[in-house]
């Protein structure tokens, strides 16, 4: 079982920076491959982007390529992703949400992963 609890969200205007932050509990999380996903208002949830359990394979959704870098720190203790976002737009203001796949590479969908935490508010004004 993987708990997540994300953070980092909030305000910024258009062209800033945020950094989220998403903290697992379970000693399998160096395991899983995880990735963010986002949620506007009256959209569908969204892919952003995975990262794969060793950190040898990242991906990304057009959309945020080349502004937003998704990283991991399996160190013991650590157990946390983090989404870096840059040049941040208006049309990127969502709800965040932070997911945990089984062992199995990456997938974009939201329906393979298994664990997902409660989400964090990313509002960029104009």
């Known amino acids: 079982q993987v708990q997540l609890v994300e953070s980092g969200g909030g305000l910024v205007q258009a062209g800033g920076s945020l950094r989220l932050s998403c903290a697992a509990s379970?000693?399998?999380?160096?395991?899983?491959?995880m990735a963010w996903f986002r949620q506007a208002p009256g959209k569908e949830r969204e892919f952003v982007a995975a990262?794969?359990?060793?950190?040898?394979?990242?991906?990304?959704a057009d959309s945020v390529k080349g502004r937003f870098t998704i990283f991991r720190d399996n160190a013991s203790g650590k157990n946390t992703v983090f989404l870096q976002m840059n040049s941040l737009k208006p049309e990127d203001t969502a709800v965040y949400y932070c997911?945990?796949?089984?062992?199995?590479?990456?997938?974009?969908?939201?329906?393979?992963?298994?664990?997902w935490g409660q989400g964090t508010q990313v509002t960029v004004s104009s």
């Open positions: 997911a945990a796949r089984r062992p199995g590479g990456i997938g974009t969908m939201s329906n393979e992963y298994d664990f």
């Open positions: 990262i794969t359990w060793m950190a040898t394979m990242t991906y990304y």
């Open positions: 379970g000693r399998a999380f160096s395991t899983y491959a």
